[in-house]
Structures are given as structure tokens and as C-alpha cells.
T-cell receptor, first 114, second 111 residues
Framework: AQSVTQLDSQVPVFEEAPVELRCNYSSSVSVYLFWYVQYPNQGLQLLLKYLSGSTLVKGINGFEAEFNKSQTSFHLRKPSVHISDTAEYFCAVSPSGGYNKLIFGAGTRLAVHP | DAMVIQNPRYQVTQFGKPVTLSCSQTLNHNVMYWYQQKSSQAPKLLFHYYDKDFNNEADTPDNFQSRRPNTSFCFLDIRSPGLGDAAMYLC??????????FGSGTRLTVV
């Protein structure tokens, strides 16, 4: 079975500052990793995903994440945040290959202040 | 654009009155999922279809059922909604290569 731990429930940050949202996972098999963003009363939008290959993954809106297999982590980073990045961010994992359900972390609320 | 569409965006239903939420996709994905997301919580998988094969999560209440009449459509039926069923319901699809696509969700209110 897989599990995901998002280490921070809330992250406050000032506009134009860098941010890192932390995610650790647990799995006995190889996995795919995802970050999703959710704005109020909206569905989930994919920011980026790691399937294989380069461990540094670049996504939309200037976000990137690095897969670290030894530390079982997949932290999300952005060098300079905007007010519009205020949202809930979910890290998710699924077993690699085939059709498998996503397991979500509890979410991190990113609050960007002017 | 290929996408996952959920209707309606907002649904109000009475306590105990059956309600159906709908989801359609133009991606031709084999798998369709229904997630329930309560306020300030992570999405929780209720069930999924692999083509016509239905897969129920062990802890999904019997009050929740689903139908998939064809590849494009999937429905979530709540037979007797309770106040605790108020949530955002998210439909998603997946194909090969770990690609999941979510709809915009239906916010269900039970009065």
C-alpha cells in the first residue's frame, strides 16, 4: 500500500519570496508522483508529475519538484510566488504501470501575503 | 479541448431524497473515478470503473452507487443523502502513462 505525508498543513509566505511545500511518500513498489493545485470550489489541476527519467520535473505556473528516491520525497518549489498562487496543494502517489488509483496527502494551504 | 465535464457544478438536495451527479469525458480513457472531498480534507476515492468493471472501495457506504453506461459517461447515485454527505464530488479519468484528468467537481449541499 502507498501513503503520502504532507509535512505542513499551512505555509504562509510573502509575495515574491521562494516557497517549498514538502511531501514524503511510502511505497513498497515503484510509483508515479503528482502535485495538484485546487482553488476554492474548483476541481484539481495538475501542476506536474514524475513518471520516470529526470528527477527534476518542471510544471506549470513556474513550479518544479524534485524526486528523491533515497529520501522518498517529492518537494514542490517555486522561486518567487504571486498572490494568485494562494490555494490548496495536494501531493499524490500511485503505483507505476497500469491503471491505479491516486492516493492523496492531506494537503498544504499556501497563503501568499502582499 | 478534450476534458472531463461534471454537471451540475452546484447541487442542492433534500435530506433522504435520491440525487444523481454526472460526469462525461472526451478523452476516451478506460478508467473513471469518483472521489469525495469534504471541507479542508483530501479527496477520498469512492469507486472506479475499469471499462465496465466496477471496483468499490472497502469503506464506501452502500448509500453510494455508480453507473457507467458507456465509455464517455459515469454517474454517481446517492440513494438517501444525509447531512454528512455534503461535499465536493470529483470525477477523474486516467489512461496510460499515469495521466489523470479531473473535472471541476460538483458541490453537493444537503438541506
Amino acid at each position: 500500500a502507498q501513503s503520502v505525508t504532507q509535512l505542513d498543513s499551512q505555509v504562509p509566505v510573502f509575495e515574491e519570496a521562494p516557497v517549498e511545500l514538502r511531501c514524503n511518500y511510502s511505497s513498497s513498489v515503484s510509483v508515479y508522483l503528482f502535485w495538484y493545485v485546487q482553488y476554492p470550489n474548483q476541481g484539481l489541476q495538475l501542476l506536474l508529475k514524475y513518471l520516470s527519467g529526470s528527477t527534476l520535473v518542471k510544471g506549470i505556473n513556474g513550479f518544479e519538484a524534485e524526486f528523491n528516491k533515497s529520501q522518498t520525497s517529492f518537494h514542490l518549489r517555486k522561486p518567487s510566488v504571486h498572490i494568485s498562487d494562494t490555494a490548496e496543494y495536494f501531493c499524490a502517489v500511485s503505483p507505476s504501470g497500469g491503471y491505479n488509483k491516486l492516493i492523496f496527502g492531506a494537503g498544504t494551504r499556501l497563503a501568499v501575503h502582499p | 479541448d478534450a476534458m472531463v465535464i461534471q454537471n451540475p457544478r452546484y447541487q442542492v438536495t433534500q435530506f433522504g431524497k435520491p440525487v444523481t451527479l454526472s460526469c462525461s469525458q472526451t478523452l476516451n480513457h478506460n478508467v473513471m473515478y469518483w472521489y469525495q472531498q469534504k471541507s479542508s480534507q483530501a479527496p477520498k476515492l469512492l469507486f472506479h470503473y475499469y471499462d465496465k468493471d466496477f471496483n468499490n472501495e472497502a469503506d464506501t457506504p452502500d448509500n453510494f452507487q455508480s453507473r457507467r453506461p458507456n465509455t464517455s459517461f459515469c454517474f454517481l447515485d446517492i440513494r438517501s443523502p444525509g447531512l454528512g454527505d455534503a461535499a465536493m464530488y470529483l470525477c477523474a479519468t486516467s489512461g496510460t502513462g499515469g495521466g489523470y484528468t479531473f473535472g471541476s467537481g460538483t458541490r453537493l449541499t444537503v438541506v
